[in-house]
């Protein structure tokens, strides 16, 4: 599920929309190039947004063996619902 941005194929991402690509694709355990492939975003600037959203509470970071996973919090969860319904509401989804 690709950034779902219908509008100008030309026309950058804002950063909610990044934020919001990046938390439904971690909505279960993503590794880190998984998420650079499905949110289209290179290593360091997804490293930069995975920083931020952790630090906020809304993506948590687990250590499995030699692998880091990240996942959506409830919080997170929570942002992701209310970013939906004022997409809605703005009549831009």
């Keep these: 599920m690709l950034a779902q941005v ?4 030309w026309k950058r991402r804002g950063r909610l929309d990044v934020i919001a690509c990046i938390l439904r694709e971690a909505l279960e355990w993503a590794t880190k ?3 650079v492939y499905r949110t289209n975003l290179n290593f ?13 509470g809304l ?3 687990a250590d499995v063996q030699s692998l880091t996973l990240y996942r959506t919090t409830r919080k997170g969860r929570i ?8 997409m809605e509401l703005l009549g831009n989804r």
């Design 6 to 9: 219908e509008r100008n194929p």
């Design 33 to 35: 190039t998984r998420l």
């Design 44 to 56: 360091r600037v997804l490293g930069k947004y995975l920083d931020f959203l952790t630090s906020r």
């Design 59 to 61: 993506v948590e970071k």
């Design 79 to 86: 942002w992701l619902a209310l970013y939906r319904r004022l």
